[in-house]
């Protein structure tokens, strides 16, 4: 069969994000010094955990058609809950109380979504204010230091800044555990044919017996879940609980890295690894900058470039 | 002789792929009311889009109040005279009436302020020239939809429409409110403006029009003057004789003593089901003739659960079926196959593979994981068994034609092995050869014992497949033909006689 100029955009369009990301790889090892020193690579580990676990929910929420900007109020929440509970009830039970609120709260969002049919955007929207206030609440509007508490603190932090064989970054671990993990879902099992199903067309789904509310549900509540472990990751790096700060703008990260990642807002496919590539040219693009002594500002424009030449080159082509 | 408005002569429009108005013809004189009369696809709606500059022409002319004509915008449409009523309407419900009057046109003060003032007492005078007396002030939505649909023309002919084009105005409207709407219409006669008139009831049609235009799948039939036009001759005009002549091959019924399968009683719902008893038999196929707007989908959405019933039950093998939603009416064993291909039946960037296996999907899992190897060979199977013509499984579905994404569509259901398969006009928009593939197969699927209830709005394909007809008319059952009283004729006679039953109750 010979190659069309359509199946070449077609190839083109599948690998474009991860092209970007060899560019960006060759750019910087000619360019900038030391870049492939170790410490710099644990640094792109221990940075990009939270948008890879938020992006990995994001994925499969964007991949119904909708959006979830209250990943990052979430992130608060479920790491001030943590910090804040841990020394009364212990760490693993206030880890469990943390994930269990927000996935709570992440189903919620899904009965509105998928039962009620209101707008995604707005739900979360609301979700991302209210979270952030309960949060900033439940910390009395007080950074919880790691420090002030003791013991429980210390095992804690250990989830943040322990390295494997005293080299590898800890966030490793729930990267490739949650990565593996939705894109075996999504590629592999039923439920995540039937979520791209539901983003592509949800009224044949449904009427092919899909239940598409419960779909919903599961989609938003697994994005909260996703998002409260990079929460306590995150809270545990910086060795504070912070209500305020915490994820803030997270899902803004999370959204950029899926969408560079070639999943499109429209919904109907998820595309797992992708975000992972969208991720890591976030990151890629702060670390140049950073190391190559250029202010972040310019980082920012050159990452909004980076999003909507993406969003272009994956655009449907005209008919 | 009356005076002609509107003269279209040889009007050509092709999509795609389709010729969707082969060279058609349309004369409304000043002050009558004109019906356009055709079952879906036969090119009413985009003769209207042409008219009005949502679409293009290819080719034709068209003649308006002395003029020619050809708009390119729907603003243009309306600054020449021709006003459309949409079935949406395009108005803003959150303002209040007389804005939505003078939308875009509204009269200023002196110092180039909106001169409310000014706008409520036209509006006032307007609207009670029309005999609708209701406060202006209040927003639209206030308003039923009716009265909307009032203002909507108001708006046309206060913006001096000479033509006013009501499309469907009557599918939302209630028996009182059509009566009003018409008190309207025969308002706008009398000062000489024309209306086009689009409806699915005859009935309606036959009181408020004085000429009509048949059309057929894209092609000019006729044009009769109301009087001169029974209501049988005007449905055999519109669904008769298929082109292709296929002749019944059936012949018994051998389902008198078979066991019910499904059996709905009394079921009534909205204003589109007015109490609907019927039954479908074991291994029987069924066809369910009518009109647009029979009832016939609906009644098909009520069994798959797309939408519950007001009142009454659906039985099934005797027992109350109990279905909530689709995914109840497929554990029962039920197939739907949609009218809308493209927005009630593919998932279009999913591959034939999933699609042909989305419904199955939950019983071909270990651990929630897809067993690829079964799902393999089912697709393979049906795919040679329907003869579905596409590059490789994995092909995405919107690339396949339209005859082969009705396949993959079958084989979703086929797959399941159903008892009952709804066939909701299964042949509609593919060829001619994919056709008779799935006529074949319906007979197939009878002969294995599965029940079909086929809805078709050609009679003639109707009279090939099925063992029993019944036929719907405005909501109701009004009659039912087996076996040998099969025939178009027979089925359009029962068509055209439920109106005059309907006075008889």
Redesign the interface.
Known sequence: MTRTKQDTIQILKKYSALVMLLVFIVLNSLFTPNFFQLGNLNNVITQICPTILCGMGMTLVISTGGIDISVGSVMALAGVMTAKYMSQIGIFPAIVLGVLASVALGCVVGFFVGVLRLQAMVITLGMMLGVRGIAQVLCNGRDIYFNTLGDAGAKLAAFGIYKIGGVIPVQIIPIVVAVAAVWILAE????G??I??VG??I?????????TAGVMMFVYGFSAFCAAFAGIFQSARVCVAAGSSLGQLAELDAIAAVVIGGTPMSG??ARVLGTVIGALIMQMITLTCVMNNIPDPYAQVFKALIIVFAVYIQREQAK | MAEVLLEIKGLEKTFPGVRALKGVQLTVNKGEVHALMGENGAGKSTLIKVLTGIYQKNGGTIRFDGKEIDCKTPIEANEVGISTIYQELNLVLFQTVYENLFLGREPRTGFGAVDRKAMIEQTDKILKDFGIHIDVTKPLKAYSTAIQQMVAIARAVSINAKLVIMDEPTSSLDKKEVQVLFGIIRKLKSRGIAVIFISHKLDEIYEICDRMTVFKDGEYVGEYDIKDIDQFRLISLMVGKDTVALERKKTGYDFADASPLVEVKNIKQGMRLHGINAVIKQGEVVGLAGLLGSGRTELAQVLFGVNMPDEGEVFWMGSSAGIHSPSDAIKKGMGFCTEDRKVEGIVPNLSVKENMTIALLPKLQKFGFVKKKEQDEIVDKYIERLKIKTPSPEQAIRNLSGGNQQKVLLARWMCMNPKLMILDEPTRGIDVGAKAEIEVLIQELSKSGISVLMISSEIAELERNCDRIIVMRDGKVIGEVIDQDIHQDKIMELIAQGSESEGMV
Do not use: E, F, P, Y
Not at chain 1, 188 to 191: D, N, P
Not at chain 1, 205 to 211: C, D, Y
């Open positions: 592999k099992m039923v439920l044919r039937q791209q199903a592509d067309n009224r044949s789904s449904m009427l092919s017996g899909i239940h109907g496919k």
